[in-house]
Protein backbone atom coordinates (compact mmCIF):
# COMPACT_ATOMS: atom_id res chain seq x y z
CA UNK A 1 0.00 0.00 0.00
CA UNK A 2 1.47 3.44 -0.51
CA UNK A 3 3.33 5.06 2.45
CA UNK A 4 0.98 8.44 1.86
CA UNK A 5 -2.50 6.14 2.04
CA UNK A 6 -1.10 4.17 5.00
CA UNK A 7 0.06 6.88 6.79
CA UNK A 8 -3.34 9.02 6.29
CA UNK A 9 -5.06 5.98 7.21
CA UNK A 10 -3.52 5.92 10.55
CA UNK A 11 -4.31 10.04 10.76
CA UNK A 12 -7.99 9.36 10.60
CA UNK A 13 -7.54 6.34 12.87
CA UNK A 14 -6.22 8.32 15.38
CA UNK A 15 -8.54 11.36 14.86
CA UNK A 16 -11.87 8.60 15.29
CA UNK A 17 -10.27 7.16 18.60
CA UNK A 18 -9.85 11.00 20.36
CA UNK A 19 -12.52 12.73 18.62
CA UNK A 20 -14.73 11.25 21.82
CA UNK A 21 -15.36 13.50 25.37
CA UNK A 22 -14.65 10.45 27.34
CA UNK A 23 -13.57 7.06 26.79
CA UNK A 24 -14.66 4.26 29.35
CA UNK A 25 -12.28 0.89 29.69
CA UNK A 26 -13.66 -1.77 31.03
CA UNK A 27 -11.30 -4.49 32.37
CA UNK A 28 -13.74 -7.93 33.65
CA UNK A 29 -10.37 -9.48 35.05
CA UNK A 30 -10.35 -7.27 37.99
CA UNK A 31 -13.00 -7.02 40.67
CA UNK A 32 -13.83 -4.66 43.30
CA UNK A 33 -16.27 -6.72 45.43
CA UNK A 34 -19.94 -6.99 45.29
CA UNK A 35 -22.94 -4.53 43.93
CA UNK A 36 -23.77 -2.57 46.80
CA UNK A 37 -27.88 -1.92 48.16
CA UNK A 38 -27.54 1.89 47.42
CA UNK A 39 -30.48 1.79 45.76
CA UNK A 40 -32.70 1.64 48.79
CA UNK A 41 -35.62 3.94 50.00
CA UNK A 42 -37.37 5.54 52.31
CA UNK A 43 -41.31 4.00 52.76
CA UNK A 44 -42.53 1.54 50.86
CA UNK A 45 -45.23 0.74 47.93
CA UNK A 46 -48.65 2.14 48.35
CA UNK A 47 -49.69 -1.53 48.07
CA UNK A 48 -48.13 -4.84 46.21
CA UNK A 49 -51.17 -4.11 43.39
CA UNK A 50 -50.64 -0.59 42.87
CA UNK A 51 -48.41 0.39 39.60
CA UNK A 52 -46.01 1.60 42.15
CA UNK A 53 -46.19 -1.57 44.01
CA UNK A 54 -45.38 -3.81 41.06
CA UNK A 55 -42.78 -0.94 40.06
CA UNK A 56 -41.06 -2.16 42.92
CA UNK A 57 -40.71 -5.30 42.34
CA UNK A 58 -39.47 -5.17 38.96
CA UNK A 59 -36.74 -2.85 40.87
CA UNK A 60 -35.75 -5.16 43.22
CA UNK A 61 -35.46 -2.25 45.79
CA UNK A 62 -33.78 -3.66 48.66
CA UNK A 63 -34.80 -1.97 51.79
CA UNK A 64 -37.58 0.52 52.78
CA UNK A 65 -37.09 2.39 55.43
CA UNK A 66 -39.77 2.78 57.67
CA UNK A 67 -39.32 6.44 58.60
CA UNK A 68 -42.06 9.42 57.57
CA UNK A 69 -44.67 6.95 56.86
CA UNK A 70 -47.27 7.81 59.48
CA UNK A 71 -46.88 11.42 57.90
CA UNK A 72 -49.06 9.71 54.73
CA UNK A 73 -52.43 8.55 55.07
CA UNK A 74 -51.88 5.71 51.84
CA UNK A 75 -49.96 3.83 55.05
CA UNK A 76 -52.07 4.61 57.54
CA UNK A 77 -51.32 8.36 58.83
CA UNK A 78 -50.48 9.00 62.52
CA UNK A 79 -51.60 5.07 63.49
CA UNK A 80 -48.70 3.41 62.07
CA UNK A 81 -45.12 2.54 62.70
CA UNK A 82 -43.84 5.29 64.57
CA UNK A 83 -44.04 4.01 68.82
CA UNK A 84 -46.54 6.53 69.62
CA UNK A 85 -48.53 4.46 67.32
CA UNK A 86 -47.57 1.35 67.72
CA UNK A 87 -47.57 1.83 71.80
CA UNK A 88 -50.15 4.76 72.19
CA UNK A 89 -50.18 4.72 75.90
CA UNK A 90 -46.79 5.32 77.49
CA UNK A 91 -47.61 4.65 81.17
CA UNK A 92 -49.82 1.31 80.57
CA UNK A 93 -48.33 -2.33 80.91
CA UNK A 94 -45.33 -3.25 78.14
CA UNK A 95 -45.64 -6.69 79.08
CA UNK A 96 -49.12 -7.24 77.90
CA UNK A 97 -49.89 -7.38 74.10
CA UNK A 98 -53.42 -5.49 74.40
CA UNK A 99 -51.77 -2.69 75.29
CA UNK A 100 -49.83 -2.68 71.50
CA UNK A 101 -51.74 -1.96 68.55
CA UNK A 102 -49.62 -3.32 65.49
CA UNK A 103 -52.95 -3.30 62.64
CA UNK A 104 -51.74 -1.08 60.31
CA UNK A 105 -48.25 -1.83 61.01
CA UNK A 106 -48.77 -5.41 60.01
CA UNK A 107 -50.65 -4.57 56.63
CA UNK A 108 -47.49 -1.47 55.43
CA UNK A 109 -44.53 -4.31 56.38
CA UNK A 110 -46.53 -6.79 54.25
CA UNK A 111 -46.88 -4.83 51.29
CA UNK A 112 -42.77 -4.40 51.69
CA UNK A 113 -42.27 -7.87 51.61
CA UNK A 114 -44.65 -8.63 48.76
CA UNK A 115 -42.97 -5.84 46.92
CA UNK A 116 -39.50 -8.15 46.91
CA UNK A 117 -38.51 -5.70 49.85
CA UNK A 118 -37.13 -5.60 53.21
CA UNK A 119 -37.93 -3.27 55.45
CA UNK A 120 -35.22 -1.15 57.63
CA UNK A 121 -37.36 -0.11 61.12
CA UNK A 122 -36.74 3.26 62.60
CA UNK A 123 -37.64 2.78 65.98
CA UNK A 124 -38.91 6.31 66.85
CA UNK A 125 -40.37 9.11 65.92
CA UNK A 126 -41.29 11.56 63.21
CA UNK A 127 -40.79 14.72 62.75
CA UNK A 128 -42.80 17.39 64.26
CA UNK A 129 -42.34 20.55 62.08
CA UNK A 130 -45.88 22.13 63.39
CA UNK A 131 -44.67 24.42 66.44
CA UNK A 132 -45.90 22.33 68.54
CA UNK A 133 -43.93 18.84 69.76
CA UNK A 134 -45.92 16.05 70.72
CA UNK A 135 -43.75 12.97 70.56
CA UNK A 136 -40.32 14.02 69.91
CA UNK A 137 -39.48 14.53 73.72
CA UNK A 138 -36.87 12.31 75.70
CA UNK A 139 -39.27 9.80 77.13
CA UNK A 140 -39.93 9.53 80.42
CA UNK A 141 -37.78 6.29 81.12
CA UNK A 142 -35.37 5.54 79.10
CA UNK A 143 -35.47 1.32 80.11
CA UNK A 144 -39.02 1.39 79.43
CA UNK A 145 -38.57 2.58 76.17
CA UNK A 146 -35.95 0.21 75.19
CA UNK A 147 -38.76 -2.93 76.60
CA UNK A 148 -41.28 -1.35 74.44
CA UNK A 149 -38.86 -1.89 71.51
CA UNK A 150 -38.21 -5.14 72.54
CA UNK A 151 -41.70 -6.45 72.11
CA UNK A 152 -41.95 -4.69 68.76
CA UNK A 153 -38.98 -6.48 67.40
CA UNK A 154 -40.20 -9.97 69.14
CA UNK A 155 -43.87 -9.24 67.15
CA UNK A 156 -41.91 -9.18 64.19
CA UNK A 157 -38.80 -11.36 64.73
CA UNK A 158 -40.33 -14.07 67.18
CA UNK A 159 -43.95 -14.15 66.69
CA UNK A 160 -44.77 -12.97 69.80
CA UNK A 161 -48.29 -11.44 70.20
CA UNK A 162 -49.61 -12.95 67.13
CA UNK A 163 -46.93 -11.73 65.03
CA UNK A 164 -44.76 -12.64 62.28
CA UNK A 165 -41.64 -14.15 61.71
CA UNK A 166 -39.97 -11.94 59.39
CA UNK A 167 -36.64 -11.26 58.28
CA UNK A 168 -36.04 -7.72 59.80
CA UNK A 169 -32.18 -7.47 60.18
CA UNK A 170 -32.11 -3.50 60.80
CA UNK A 171 -33.52 -2.01 64.07
CA UNK A 172 -32.80 1.87 63.81
CA UNK A 173 -32.98 4.35 67.34
CA UNK A 174 -34.52 7.55 66.55
CA UNK A 175 -34.05 9.98 63.91
CA UNK A 176 -31.75 13.41 63.58
CA UNK A 177 -31.56 14.10 66.92
CA UNK A 178 -28.81 16.83 65.82
CA UNK A 179 -31.41 18.75 63.67
CA UNK A 180 -33.66 20.78 65.76
CA UNK A 181 -36.22 20.85 68.42
CA UNK A 182 -38.50 19.47 65.97
CA UNK A 183 -36.97 15.67 65.99
CA UNK A 184 -35.47 15.98 69.90
CA UNK A 185 -36.05 18.37 72.26
CA UNK A 186 -33.69 17.29 74.87
CA UNK A 187 -29.70 18.11 74.97
CA UNK A 188 -27.10 16.02 73.34
CA UNK A 189 -26.19 14.60 76.77
CA UNK A 190 -29.47 13.23 77.47
CA UNK A 191 -29.62 11.95 73.58
CA UNK A 192 -26.88 10.19 74.23
CA UNK A 193 -27.82 8.17 77.30
CA UNK A 194 -31.37 7.34 76.05
CA UNK A 195 -29.42 6.03 72.76
CA UNK A 196 -26.60 4.03 75.52
CA UNK A 197 -30.31 2.60 77.32
CA UNK A 198 -31.99 1.40 73.84
CA UNK A 199 -28.79 0.26 71.84
CA UNK A 200 -27.44 -1.81 74.95
CA UNK A 201 -30.75 -3.26 76.06
CA UNK A 202 -31.80 -4.19 72.71
CA UNK A 203 -28.37 -5.82 71.31
CA UNK A 204 -28.14 -8.23 74.25
CA UNK A 205 -32.03 -9.41 73.66
CA UNK A 206 -31.46 -9.38 70.04
CA UNK A 207 -27.69 -10.47 70.05
CA UNK A 208 -28.51 -11.76 66.10
CA UNK A 209 -30.33 -8.27 64.84
CA UNK A 210 -28.46 -5.34 63.46
CA UNK A 211 -29.23 -2.37 66.42
CA UNK A 212 -27.91 1.37 65.48
CA UNK A 213 -28.33 4.60 64.43
CA UNK A 214 -29.21 7.74 64.93
CA UNK A 215 -29.99 9.03 61.98
CA UNK A 216 -27.85 12.11 62.02
CA UNK A 217 -29.47 15.28 60.34
CA UNK A 218 -25.56 15.84 59.25
CA UNK A 219 -22.97 12.71 58.14
CA UNK A 220 -21.19 13.35 61.36
CA UNK A 221 -23.52 15.32 63.69
CA UNK A 222 -22.67 16.13 67.43
CA UNK A 223 -19.09 15.33 65.74
CA UNK A 224 -16.55 16.00 68.50
CA UNK A 225 -19.74 14.83 70.64
CA UNK A 226 -21.28 11.34 69.79
CA UNK A 227 -18.71 8.88 68.41
CA UNK A 228 -16.82 9.56 70.82
CA UNK A 229 -18.79 9.22 73.93
CA UNK A 230 -20.28 5.86 72.04
CA UNK A 231 -16.53 4.73 71.82
CA UNK A 232 -15.67 5.79 75.69
CA UNK A 233 -18.42 4.01 77.08
CA UNK A 234 -18.01 0.86 74.76
CA UNK A 235 -21.55 1.26 73.08
CA UNK A 236 -22.49 -1.11 70.87
CA UNK A 237 -23.08 -0.06 67.02
CA UNK A 238 -23.87 -2.26 64.96
CA UNK A 239 -24.47 0.61 62.00
CA UNK A 240 -24.28 4.30 62.44
CA UNK A 241 -26.73 6.33 59.98
CA UNK A 242 -26.68 9.53 58.47
CA UNK A 243 -28.05 12.55 56.02
CA UNK A 244 -27.07 14.64 53.30
CA UNK A 245 -29.17 16.76 51.10
CA UNK A 246 -27.15 18.67 48.42
CA UNK A 247 -27.13 18.75 44.61
CA UNK A 248 -23.52 17.82 44.40
CA UNK A 249 -23.32 14.15 43.35
CA UNK A 250 -19.43 13.86 44.69
CA UNK A 251 -20.63 14.50 48.14
CA UNK A 252 -21.56 11.56 48.73
CA UNK A 253 -18.15 10.10 48.12
CA UNK A 254 -16.71 12.64 50.68
CA UNK A 255 -18.70 12.58 53.36
CA UNK A 256 -18.85 8.71 53.25
CA UNK A 257 -15.21 8.48 53.79
CA UNK A 258 -15.20 11.35 56.09
CA UNK A 259 -17.69 8.92 58.33
CA UNK A 260 -16.01 6.08 57.42
CA UNK A 261 -12.73 7.52 58.83
CA UNK A 262 -14.22 9.07 62.12
CA UNK A 263 -16.06 5.80 63.00
CA UNK A 264 -12.56 3.86 62.47
CA UNK A 265 -10.77 6.30 64.67
CA UNK A 266 -12.87 5.74 67.41
CA UNK A 267 -12.95 1.58 67.20
CA UNK A 268 -15.67 1.47 64.62
CA UNK A 269 -14.25 0.00 62.21
CA UNK A 270 -16.64 -3.12 61.44
CA UNK A 271 -19.68 -0.43 61.93
CA UNK A 272 -21.70 -0.80 59.05
CA UNK A 273 -21.73 3.26 57.48
CA UNK A 274 -25.35 3.86 56.11
CA UNK A 275 -26.31 7.02 54.25
CA UNK A 276 -30.08 6.65 54.73
CA UNK A 277 -31.29 9.60 53.56
CA UNK A 278 -30.81 11.82 50.61
CA UNK A 279 -32.27 13.45 47.68
CA UNK A 280 -31.65 16.62 45.07
CA UNK A 281 -31.80 19.69 47.20
CA UNK A 282 -30.92 22.98 45.36
CA UNK A 283 -31.81 24.67 48.32
CA UNK A 284 -34.64 24.51 50.95
CA UNK A 285 -36.14 27.96 50.69
CA UNK A 286 -38.27 30.11 48.11
CA UNK A 287 -37.10 29.93 44.42
CA UNK A 288 -34.24 26.98 45.38
CA UNK A 289 -37.13 24.74 46.96
CA UNK A 290 -38.98 25.06 44.11
CA UNK A 291 -36.81 24.27 41.76
CA UNK A 292 -35.61 20.85 43.47
CA UNK A 293 -39.35 20.12 43.48
CA UNK A 294 -39.37 20.77 39.71
CA UNK A 295 -36.36 18.52 39.52
CA UNK A 296 -37.58 16.01 41.63
CA UNK A 297 -41.14 15.30 40.53
CA UNK A 298 -41.82 18.34 37.96
CA UNK A 299 -40.47 19.39 34.61
CA UNK A 300 -37.01 18.47 34.72
CA UNK A 301 -37.38 14.86 36.09
CA UNK A 302 -34.97 13.35 33.87
CA UNK A 303 -32.16 15.96 35.93
CA UNK A 304 -33.44 13.91 38.96
CA UNK A 305 -32.47 10.44 36.63
CA UNK A 306 -29.41 11.63 36.37
CA UNK A 307 -28.77 12.92 39.70
CA UNK A 308 -30.06 9.45 41.44
CA UNK A 309 -27.47 7.57 38.82
CA UNK A 310 -24.79 9.47 39.51
CA UNK A 311 -25.42 9.43 43.44
CA UNK A 312 -25.61 5.64 43.43
CA UNK A 313 -22.43 5.73 41.44
CA UNK A 314 -20.45 7.49 44.06
CA UNK A 315 -22.31 5.40 47.10
CA UNK A 316 -21.00 2.81 45.24
CA UNK A 317 -17.36 3.83 45.21
CA UNK A 318 -16.94 5.17 48.08
CA UNK A 319 -16.94 3.24 52.11
CA UNK A 320 -20.83 3.76 52.08
CA UNK A 321 -22.42 0.23 52.63
CA UNK A 322 -25.76 1.17 51.89
CA UNK A 323 -27.57 4.41 50.74
CA UNK A 324 -31.19 4.63 50.76
CA UNK A 325 -33.74 7.54 48.97
CA UNK A 326 -35.85 9.67 50.84
CA UNK A 327 -38.94 9.01 49.34
CA UNK A 328 -41.41 7.32 47.79
CA UNK A 329 -44.55 8.51 49.04
CA UNK A 330 -46.65 9.13 45.93
CA UNK A 331 -47.98 12.70 48.01
CA UNK A 332 -44.70 13.32 49.89
CA UNK A 333 -43.52 15.74 47.58
CA UNK A 334 -40.01 14.54 47.14
CA UNK A 335 -40.42 11.43 45.43
CA UNK A 336 -38.67 11.27 41.93
CA UNK A 337 -39.76 7.84 41.41
CA UNK A 338 -43.16 7.95 40.94
CA UNK A 339 -46.14 9.85 39.28
CA UNK A 340 -48.02 11.32 42.27
CA UNK A 341 -51.61 10.74 40.67
CA UNK A 342 -51.25 7.21 38.50
CA UNK A 343 -48.21 6.30 40.45
CA UNK A 344 -46.18 5.30 37.21
CA UNK A 345 -43.05 5.34 37.04
CA UNK A 346 -41.32 8.48 35.81
CA UNK A 347 -37.84 8.58 34.52
CA UNK A 348 -36.13 8.62 38.11
CA UNK A 349 -37.33 5.31 38.88
CA UNK A 350 -35.39 3.93 35.98
CA UNK A 351 -32.15 4.47 37.64
CA UNK A 352 -33.25 2.61 40.42
CA UNK A 353 -34.59 -0.15 38.39
CA UNK A 354 -31.55 -0.41 36.74
CA UNK A 355 -29.34 -0.57 39.84
CA UNK A 356 -31.45 -3.41 40.63
CA UNK A 357 -30.52 -5.56 37.57
CA UNK A 358 -27.22 -5.09 38.96
CA UNK A 359 -27.52 -6.31 42.21
CA UNK A 360 -29.79 -9.24 41.01
CA UNK A 361 -27.85 -10.18 37.71
CA UNK A 362 -24.46 -8.57 37.78
CA UNK A 363 -24.09 -9.01 41.61
CA UNK A 364 -19.69 -8.44 40.95
CA UNK A 365 -18.50 -4.92 40.32
CA UNK A 366 -15.35 -4.72 37.48
CA UNK A 367 -12.42 -2.50 37.33
CA UNK A 368 -13.95 1.24 35.51
CA UNK A 369 -11.81 3.73 33.68
CA UNK A 370 -13.16 6.88 32.77
CA UNK A 371 -11.00 9.71 31.13
CA UNK A 372 -11.62 12.76 29.64
CA UNK A 373 -10.13 13.28 26.75
CA UNK A 374 -7.85 16.48 26.44
CA UNK A 375 -10.81 18.40 28.00
CA UNK A 376 -11.79 19.67 31.23
CA UNK A 377 -14.86 17.21 31.59
CA UNK A 378 -16.36 16.91 35.43
CA UNK A 379 -19.71 15.35 34.60
CA UNK A 380 -19.38 11.63 33.41
CA UNK A 381 -19.89 8.56 36.61
CA UNK A 382 -20.02 4.89 35.77
CA UNK A 383 -20.08 1.32 37.17
CA UNK A 384 -19.38 -1.74 35.65
CA UNK A 385 -20.06 -5.04 36.83
CA UNK A 386 -20.45 -8.83 35.62
CA UNK A 387 -22.68 -11.86 36.33
CA UNK A 388 -21.63 -15.57 37.29
CA UNK A 389 -21.66 -16.47 33.50
CA UNK A 390 -19.58 -13.27 32.33
CA UNK A 391 -21.91 -11.26 31.09
CA UNK A 392 -21.09 -7.38 31.57
CA UNK A 393 -23.01 -4.01 32.72
CA UNK A 394 -22.13 -1.01 32.21
CA UNK A 395 -24.11 2.04 33.91
CA UNK A 396 -23.52 5.40 33.16
CA UNK A 397 -24.70 8.66 34.19
CA UNK A 398 -24.14 12.57 32.84
CA UNK A 399 -24.96 14.75 35.10
CA UNK A 400 -24.29 18.31 36.32
CA UNK A 401 -25.94 21.04 38.67
CA UNK A 402 -25.08 23.49 35.68
CA UNK A 403 -28.02 24.49 33.50
CA UNK A 404 -25.84 26.39 30.86
CA UNK A 405 -24.21 22.88 29.95
CA UNK A 406 -26.32 22.03 26.77
CA UNK A 407 -23.56 20.19 24.53
CA UNK A 408 -23.68 16.71 23.53
CA UNK A 409 -20.78 14.23 24.28
CA UNK A 410 -19.59 11.49 22.39
CA UNK A 411 -18.36 8.67 25.32
CA UNK A 412 -16.10 5.70 23.76
CA UNK A 413 -16.30 2.77 24.82
CA UNK A 414 -13.74 0.34 25.60
CA UNK A 415 -16.02 -3.06 26.19
CA UNK A 416 -15.15 -6.91 25.44
CA UNK A 417 -16.05 -7.99 22.06
CA UNK A 418 -19.59 -9.38 22.01
CA UNK A 419 -21.99 -11.19 20.44
CA UNK A 420 -24.97 -8.58 21.66
CA UNK A 421 -24.82 -4.67 22.96
CA UNK A 422 -27.95 -3.63 24.66
CA UNK A 423 -28.21 -0.04 25.69
CA UNK A 424 -31.42 1.81 27.31
CA UNK A 425 -31.26 5.68 27.35
CA UNK A 426 -32.86 7.80 29.81
CA UNK A 427 -32.91 11.82 28.60
CA UNK A 428 -34.94 14.76 27.99
CA UNK A 429 -37.07 12.70 25.37
CA UNK A 430 -36.48 8.97 26.00
CA UNK A 431 -37.44 6.83 29.03
CA UNK A 432 -35.20 3.86 29.17
CA UNK A 433 -35.50 3.90 25.27
CA UNK A 434 -33.45 1.36 23.95
CA UNK A 435 -31.02 2.73 21.98
CA UNK A 436 -28.61 1.95 19.51
CA UNK A 437 -24.94 1.92 19.85
CA UNK A 438 -22.36 3.26 17.43
CA UNK A 439 -19.38 1.51 16.27
CA UNK A 440 -16.12 3.37 15.13
CA UNK A 441 -13.77 2.27 12.40
CA UNK A 442 -11.06 0.78 14.72
CA UNK A 443 -13.86 -1.71 16.36
CA UNK A 444 -14.60 0.62 19.32
CA UNK A 445 -18.49 1.37 20.87
CA UNK A 446 -19.43 5.23 20.96
CA UNK A 447 -22.47 6.63 22.97
CA UNK A 448 -23.61 9.77 22.17
CA UNK A 449 -25.28 11.55 25.64
CA UNK A 450 -26.83 14.69 26.51
CA UNK A 451 -27.24 16.60 29.68
CA UNK A 452 -29.08 15.03 32.26
CA UNK A 453 -29.23 11.81 30.92
CA UNK A 454 -28.40 7.80 31.99
CA UNK A 455 -27.75 4.85 30.20
CA UNK A 456 -27.41 0.85 31.06
CA UNK A 457 -25.57 -1.20 29.03
CA UNK A 458 -25.52 -5.18 29.10
CA UNK A 459 -22.80 -7.41 27.18
CA UNK A 460 -23.22 -10.86 26.35
Avoid at 131 to 140: A, D, F, I, L, W
Wanted: with cysteine.
Amino acid sequence: MNTKVVSLFAIMLSLSVIAADWTISVDSSVSLGAIKPVNAVNCGPCSPTSAQGKAFKAANIPYARTHDMNHSWTYGGPYVLDISAIFPNFDADETKSENYDFTLTDKALEWMFKAGTKPFFRLGQSIEPWGKTYHVNPPKDYAKWARICERIIAHYTEGWANGMKWDIKYWEIWNEPDLDKKTWTGTKEEFFEFFKVAVTHLKARFPNLKIGGPAMAKPLGWKEFFIPACAKEKVPLDFYSWHRYCSDAREASRFGHEVRAWLDKHGYEKTESIYNEWNYVYGWRGGNWRYSRQVESGAYNQKAAAYAAAMMVESQNSPIDMAMYYDVRTYGGMNMLFESITHQPMRGYYPFYAWGRMLKDYPEQIKCTLAPNGKKLNDLFAVAASSKTGKLALYISRYTNDNNVRNDITVRLNLPKAKRYSCHLTDDWRIFTEYPLETTSDGAIELTLVPSSFAFIEVE
